[in-house]
Structures are given as structure tokens and as C-alpha cells.
């Protein structure tokens, strides 16, 4: 990437025109080389006005992350992390695995400003423009191995559920395995990627999204019903302070989760159950569907669905799970 394409899209965070001629006196290059980077940030899916006599802008005011304001909103938890924020990477969960995989530390958590190619679940791409989400990824080793940490996704859907209640959005609910929904809709996403052997010890490379201020040409991508933050909070919601919320109520569940497994949280989750006792349909890997009534959630994390076969036991691994009306 162009060198100087952040510092002058955080030149532009303010959403007002900035010229040519003054981007490139504060920068000391010239107007070729600010018009080089910022179609670089346009090649990136970052939106640009460019008006002659006027200059740049970006479409609105936006909240680039700031370190500082991150560790300042995680409390004393924040000496548990090792914090990582990136202007632009392609896939935090990715890049994470890769450094995982190399030794990184425990409480590693990787953020980006941008992210190109973010990872949803069942191959699925997440639709992150500047600004528009919050896109990180944390690593949490644990002494067990893989095969005990069944319910792990739905024990992080706990800690966004908790840090959305302190900024009062009351309203989200929880949709197994691992989405967070307001009306119905989603507003944030969980991808969790394993290493280590079924027994232990393991790594989770935990990839969380959620949408901040969601523009139409980003909704008209994504391939379900989305909400934003913006749309559910009168706040207004510093990316920063969001971030370290969230990170202090992950190192409290996911200490609670090593300790007690997910049957330690299995009543806190049921509170916030947005489908318990509807009629579902659930797309399997093997391309059938079943529908049945969610009777419930299991100790182990898993799905107990009332079907025409009798109560039947889902994992969440590849399958989709929607409402019937």
C-alpha cells in the first residue's frame, strides 16, 4: 500500500473538502503523488468525493481506532492484551491464524481500520467499508483441547451482549451459534477458527464484526437483513472506546468459560435466545433441510430442535439456521 493513503484519509476523517494543494504542502509531496494515494483508497472500496476547486472528501466524519482510547476503555484487564491495530489488512482472522501459528501471545487481539477480504462463516465474505464496521480478531489460548471448547462461540456472543447492554441497545438477542440480531436483523458476526490437537492444549482465533454506520451500497452486498448500530443507539459510538469494551467483557467470559465451560453461561445465553420455542429451518452440509421448533440449548452448546423425527442434537459447524414465518 501507498505509504501515504492513511495518513491522508485520517487527514479526511473529518468530512469536510480538503485541496489538493494543502494535502500535499502538509505532507510535502505533490498533487500527483496525493492523487496516486488516494486511488489507491478507491482501488480499496473506500468512497471519495472529488470536486475541482473544492478537493477531497470522505462521504461523512468517520472514527479512525486509536490505541490509546482502546487500552484507556479496557480498564485494568488491558495489561491481559497484546493489542495490534492495523490500518488495513485483508482479514484480521487470517492474518491472526498465520501469526498464531508462529508463537504469538496469548491475548494477542488484531484490528483494522479496513478490512478488504474480512471471513464470514460458511465461506461467506464480511462487508467491512471505513468506518462502516468494527472488524477484529483476538487469540485465547487454552490447556484443554478443541473437543472441549463445544459452546465457545455462544459464550463470545455473551461478552457483545454485555457490552451492547452498557450502551443501553437492550434489544439484541442472541441467534445460535453465533450471531448477535436487533429485530431480527443482524449487527454483528462471530467466525472462530481452531489450532491445536482435540486434546490439548489449543488455540481460538476469535473474529468478531459488527456494523457501525452501514452506507446503502454496503447493505446492497450483503446477503441478509443488516443493522447498524447508528440505526439502534442515539449515541454516538467511538470505535476505540467500542473496541476495549468489548475486550474487557471477552477476558471476563471467556474466564468464566475456562473455568466452567459454556454450562456456566448457558442461562445468561437463554435470556437473549432470539428463536427459542419458533419454528426454524436448518440448511445441513449435506444440503438437507429440516424444520422443527427449538425446544432448547443444550450443556455442550448444542441445538435441541423438536422436529417430525423426534428431538435431534445440531452442532453448529457448517449449518444455517433461519426462522420460518
Not at 468517520?62 to 487500552?71: E, G
Not at 448500530?229 to 474466564?255: C, M
Request: proline residues 2%; aromatic residues 6%; glycine residues 10%.
Amino acid at each position: 500500500m501507498n505509504n501515504l493513503t492513511f495518513p491522508i484519509l485520517r487527514l479526511l476523517a473529518d468530512g469536510r473538502f480538503h485541496s489538493g494543494e494543502a494535502i500535499a504542502q502538509h505532507f510535502n509531496v505533490s498533487r500527483t503523488t496525493v492523487w496516486s494515494a488516494l486511488q489507491e483508497a478507491t482501488a480499496l472500496g473506500v468512497e471519495i468525493f472529488s470536486v475541482r476547486g473544492r478537493g477531497y472528501k470522505l462521504p461523512e466524519a468517520i472514527t479512525l481506532l486509536d490505541r490509546d482510547a482502546v487500552l484507556t476503555a479496557i480498564g485494568k484487564e488491558r495489561a491481559w492484551f497484546n493489542l495490534e491495530l492495523h490500518d488495513q489488512l485483508e482479514s484480521t482472522n487470517s492474518y491472526l491464524m498465520k501469526q498464531a501459528s508462529s508463537g504469538a501471545a496469548h491475548a494477542t487481539c488484531v484490528a483494522a481500520s479496513l478490512q478488504t477480504r474480512g471471513k464470514g462463516r460458511r465461506g461467506r465474505a464480511w462487508q467491512a467499508g471505513l468506518g462502516s464496521s468494527l472488524t477484529f480478531s483476538l487469540l485465547w489460548r487454552f490447556q484443554v483441547g478443541a473437543s472441549a471448547l463445544s459452546g465457545l462461540s455462544l459464550a463470545v456472543g455473551i461478552a457483545i451482549i454485555r457490552a451492547l447492554h452498557s450502551l443501553n441497545v437492550d434489544a439484541a438477542k442472541l441467534k445460535w451459534p453465533n450471531d448477535v440480531l436487533v429485530n431480527q436483523e443482524k449487527l454483528a458476526g462471530i467466525l472462530i477458527e481452531l489450532q491445536g490437537d482435540m486434546e490439548g492444549p489449543s488455540a481460538a482465533v476469535i473474529g468478531i464484526g459488527i456494523n457501525l454506520r452501514l452506507p446503502e451500497n454496503l447493505k446492497q452486498h450483503i446477503d441478509q437483513a443488516a443493522i447498524d448500530l447508528e440505526t439502534v443507539t442515539s449515541q454516538p459510538i467511538n470505535p476505540s472506546e467500542f473496541l476495549g469494551l468489548l475486550l474487557k467483557n471477552l477476558a471476563n467470559v471467556l474466564s468464566e468459560f475456562e473455568n466452567g465451560g459454556f454450562e456456566s453461561l448457558r442461562e445468561e445465553w437463554m435470556q437473549h435466545h432470539a428463536y427459542q420455542g419458533q419454528t426454524v429451518q436448518l440448511s445441513l452440509p449435506d444440503g438437507r433441510e429440516i424444520e422443527g421448533v427449538v425446544n432448547n440449548i443444550a450443556v455442550d452448546g448444542v441445538l435441541l430442535v423438536d422436529t417430525a423425527a423426534g428431538t435431534q442434537r445440531f452442532s453448529a459447524g457448517e449449518i444455517s439456521l433461519r426462522g420460518v414465518l
